[in-house]
């Protein structure tokens, strides 16, 4: 499976309230969350993402709120793959269970940025920056985790079981 | 090679004699838990992949509080749905209006979490429970709902930061001060993936109020979960509250630590955390200076009864600043009514505060006090980003009761030191 599209970058310690404000927690909509998604830090997100966009940040993502409509609005915003130095525990988590691709790379956070073409490879955990002509290598996911990836998430992997 | 007390409990729930950090287990719930935000998408979840009975229905918990009473009317169907979840499953602990409380305040305040448990709730302030010496911690919807189905959680092992504490805190100073000092020396990710394990002799002067708002805010750091020992106080805290037989882990002498924290208690002062990250820690003398509209005290980090008391004890007999708005919300109806036998609640409104019935409200943006652009608030509550309490130009302090309520007075954030 791979992913390709072009980078939104965000820094450090994005959390989940700037990724989905608590005042749209009053739905479970996905569009409509989408549709707010990232709006206090970069209101023009929602407008300017394309299906299969690539989203950059630093460490630290997704930090704060349990609140799973955060990786959901996301997913449903068009984003295809988030690559981060690091990511909060719940989120990174939540991201598995509802599968949004997410990957750790220190290189790549330092590398990419804002409007490059990326490619990405899911199952070596390549990273290819086109614009850049740069590769990074990324963690890929441990055997357990993969599991529920493909199994189309943790509720899909249990019911498997 | 020994395991600190978080890989005791988890080791234990998996059925395995040692675990390890980094290696992924699964492990039985003792309590999995969800709010009126976090349910219906489990609900949906649980749902969807066909599941039609839940996998014991005394120990699934189900608490309205972010906003309820009921905003308006999307928030209103949400709880509808939670509702109509509970009836059809039977859940024993589903907590509606008039009931309900504050989730972290609520559920070691019914007993309904013990020592020894492990325990997941879609909120992530369940680190909370570590306070009563469980494996407590924060996930999603998805997991809440294969946790409602199966009875199991799937977690990576985490290694663990050991807090050593000494001395003991001063007037003037809490348990809120303890843990905004930790987030300021290790910043917001400094635990991240990790637990915190309280020891040292200073725990022990530590109350039960003071231990459940340190873990409360271990996910402020980035933890998975923060964790006290079981002493003389838990004990007196949990016998005749708890409503099952509890077990005490202990870490091993030789478990492995990633890193060692020695806080003097002694020597900690009333913290402020400024806008934008809890990160940004001040001691409260520094912010003499900075105006303020409105104070909130409540919340699952500082909306517990002795909360209450140390707003009282600076608020009583006074008057608040014209022009400052204060809100104060008991964090559960026990906490309410003791604060009302107490001659809190009166001591509140005499002094110009309103006051709430249990509700997670501001303290997200919710309702109850939203924040208009460039409006600054002191907060007793847990986080500080941007646009979170209203407005993405308005402003939150971090700090404790004692900072809140004394800033309440002067309108400016003020030392508790130099009122009580």
């Known amino acids: 499976m791979k992913a390709k599209g072009t980078v939104h970058r965000y820094q450090d310690n994005v959390d989940t309230d700037v990724i989905i404000p608590a005042r749209y927690l009053n739905t479970q909509d996905a569009k409509e969350l989408a549709s707010h998604c990232m709006e206090d830090i970069d209101a023009e997100f929602a407008c300017r993402v394309n299906e299969g966009d690539i989203m950059v940040a630093g460490l630290n993502f997704g930090c704060g709120s349990s609140r799973e409509h955060a990786p959901l609005a996301i997913k449903t915003a068009g984003i295809s793959c988030v690559i981060a130095k690091t990511f909060a525990r719940i989120f990174y988590r939540n991201s598995i269970n509802i599968g949004l691709p997410i990957l750790e790379c220190e290189a790549a956070s330092e590398a990419i940025e804002a409007g490059d073409e990326v490619e990405v490879d899911f199952g070596t955990g390549v990273i290819t920056n086109i614009t850049k002509n740069e590769t990074y290598q990324a963690e890929p996911f441990p055997e357990f985790i993969q599991d529920i990836i493909t199994a189309g998430g943790l509720m899909a992997s249990i019911n498997k079981k | ?420």
Not at chain 2, 188 to 212: C, I, N, T
Not at chain 2, 237 to 266: C, F, M, P
């Open chain 2, 1 to 420: 090679m020994g395991m600190t007390m978080t890989q005791k409990i988890l080791a234990a729930h998996a059925g395995l004699e040692t675990v390890k950090a980094g290696q992924l287990i699964n492990a039985k719930l003792d309590i999995v838990l969800g709010n009126d935000i976090t349910t219906p998408v489990a609900i949906n979840e649980f749902e969807k992949a066909g599941f039609d009975c839940v996998y014991d229905k005394s120990r699934i918990n189900i608490v309205l509080d972010h906003f309820t009473p009921n905003k308006d009317i999307k928030a209103a169907e949400q709880s509808k749905q939670c509702r109509e979840f509970a009836c059809k499953y039977d859940i024993d602990n589903f907590y509606d209006v008039g009931e309900m409380g504050v989730e972290h305040a609520l559920l070691p305040e019914k007993g309904i979490v013990t020592a020894g448990d492990c325990i997941i709730g879609a909120d992530s302030h369940t680190c909370t429970y570590g306070a009563v010496g469980a494996f407590s911690t924060g996930v999603g919807s998805t997991d809440m709902a294969a946790g409602m189905a199966t009875g199991n959680c799937w977690f990576k092992v985490p290694s663990a930061i050991k807090i050593e504490l000494t001395g003991k805190l001063a007037k003037g100073v809490s348990g809120k001060d303890v843990i905004l000092d930790i987030i300021g020396r290790i910043g917001v990710d400094g635990a991240l993936y990790q637990s915190m394990e309280f020891v040292g002799e200073g725990v022990k002067s530590l109350s039960m109020d003071d231990r459940l708002t340190i873990c409360n805010m271990a996910i402020e750091a980035g933890a998975k979960n923060g964790i006290f020992p079981v002493d003389d106080v838990t004990r007196e805290y949990l016998d005749g509250r708890t409503k099952r037989e509890y077990s005490i882990y202990e870490a091993d002498d030789d478990a492995e630590y990633s890193s060692v924290i020695s806080i003097n208690l002694d020597e900690l002062v009333p913290t402020v955390s400024y806008p934008h990250l809890p990160e940004n820690t001040h001691p409260v003398t520094e912010a003499s200076d900075i105006k303020i509209d409105q104070v909130v005290i409540g919340s699952c980090t500082n909306g517990r009864i002795s909360d209450m008391e140390a707003a009282y004890e600076i608020l009583k007999g006074r008057k608040v600043k014209k022009g400052v708005r204060v809100i104060i919300i008991p964090a559960t109806q026990e906490i309410y009514k003791e604060s009302i036998k107490r001659g809190y609640l009166e001591a509140f409104v005499d002094a110009g505060c309103i006051v709430s019935t249990p509700t997670c409200g501001p303290c997200l943006g919710g309702y109850m006090g939203i924040l208009a652009a460039g409006e600054r608030c002191v907060s007793t509550t847990n986080r500080n980003f941007v646009g979170r309490m209203g407005h993405v130009s308005s402003e939150i302090y971090l700090a404790s009761p004692a900072v809140a309520a004394a800033s309440a007075l002067t309108g400016y954030i003020s030392d508790p030191r130099e009122v009580l």
